[in-house]
């Protein structure tokens, strides 16, 4: 058999197949990231890329990655090396939070300062523990959930204040765990607080309102176009109608029970980042979301996801454990690999390809090495075998 007839033949698929389809590429430890654990992704506003991980801060500017760790007894280092949370504030400084305490890091000089409180008697007192989400609001101040003190409110002069909670006609003091944060559109401050529920800040008062009673371990909360809240808990996701004040589980097929680790809007898509189903993709319609797409291990390098970040080049950012970042870029053409695999009846009959042809209707037509014919229907993504 000739031996160029397989290399026109292969060129020949290559270009049949070639799509908009997105490109994903991933970085780990091979390019100079400190840990393949990556639990917090932000990008501030110079274009730099800030990856919390199991080891550390890394700072990466599309070539190279710099890390930030803990150096024992030296306190312009982060606290802690394990990294929850990642922001960034008015200022351009970035706001750390770790498994015990939050720095700032000054940009100008590379250090970080630890970051104090003061109680409702007014001592300083540093802030230990996790503190697991961070969130600037419109007016600059930063808003930390952490798990010993409650919510804290850090205002432009640096002063960090106990958000107090309203609580059965009680006012606690920070003697509550603040889970997750979230800041909607339209600048509301919604709070999962553990076993109490669902709060939002009320800026008059200067409190914590309970809005919902729940028991849900909250991760992340988001919201869709129907003004409904979506928060992500080790059970699962459930909605929060506003005007019934009604929680209800939200039917994403056979991820229903999946734990979720984040929650991130971008359009009228919502990306679930679940613990061992990969990113679950849900489209809004008509004030509900249903499931649209599934990204696994056949595109990440990790079923377990922590995270995803979208930025403002169509790029999503998505922090694994123990598979570093995968990188998905919709804006490229790419070739997109139609491939077999074995539990799926809409996939590619065979890997082993020699022919392929473009029928009038858009439709290719491949042919395999003994297997027989497929056709790959470019609109829907899926084979039919004949």
Same mark, same amino acid.
């Given at each position: ?39 917090? $992704? ?70 970080? @300062?630890? @970051? ?10 540093? $802030? ?118 009604? $929680? ?11 734990? @979720? ?113 497929? $056709? ?11």
């Amino acid at each position: 058999m000739n031996p160029s007839k397989y290399i026109c033949v292969f060129w020949f698929i290559l270009l049949c197949l070639t799509s908009n389809a997105q490109t994903t590429r991933n970085l780990d430890i091979r390019d100079g990231l400190s840990n393949n654990t990556v639990t917090s $992704i932000y990008k501030d506003d110079t274009g730099l890329m800030w990856f919390g991980t199991l080891d550390g801060l890394n700072q990466y500017d599309g070539y190279t990655f710099r890390k930030f760790g803990n150096i024992y007894g030296d306190t312009t280092t982060l606290p802690n090396d394990n990294v929850m949370s990642v922001a960034g504030d008015h200022a351009g400084h970035i706001w750390v939070g770790t498994q015990d305490g939050v720095a700032l890091l000054d940009k100008r000089n590379l250090k970080f @300062i630890q @970051i104090y409180y003061r109680d409702p008697g007014g001592k300083k007192r540093l $802030i230990k523990g996790q503190v697991p989400s961070i969130c600037r609001n419109t007016d600059g101040h930063i808003f930390l959930a952490t798990a010993e003190n409650g919510l804290l409110k850090a205002n432009a002069a640096g002063g960090t204040v106990v958000v107090p909670l309203k609580l059965n006609n009680r006012l606690l003091a920070g003697n509550y765990s603040a889970a997750c944060i979230f800041l909607s559109q339209s600048g509301e401050l919604w709070v999962s607080v553990d076993n109490v529920g669902l709060c939002k800040y009320d800026a008059l008062s200067d409190r914590l309102m309970v809005v919902k009673r729940h028991s849900l371990y909250c991760s992340s909360i988001t919201s869709i176009g129907s003004g409904a809240l979506l928060l992500g808990s080790e059970s699962g996701l459930f909605s929060y109608d506003k005007s019934e004040n009604q $929680i209800s589980k939200v039917n994403m097929l056979e991820y229903s029970n999946s734990k @979720i680790d984040g929650l991130t809007r971008l359009g009228n898509d919502i990306y679930v980042a679940t613990d061992g189903n990969g990113v679950i993709k849900l489209s809004e319609a008509n004030g509900s979301v249903k499931v649209s797409g599934h990204l696994d291990t056949r595109i990440l390098a990790s079923n377990s996801v922590y995270t995803v970040f979208p930025d403002e080049l169509n790029r999503v950012w998505i922090g694994t454990f123990r598979g570093g970042i995968d990188i998905l870029d919709q804006k490229i053409s790419h070739f997109q690999s139609i491939r077999h695999y074995p539990n799926q009846q809409n996939s590619l009959v065979s890997n082993f390809c020699i022919t392929a042809c473009e029928a009038g209707d858009g439709r290719v037509w491949i042919g395999t090495d003994g297997s027989g014919l497929s $056709i790959w229907d470019r609109k829907t993504g899926t084979c039919l075998r004949t």
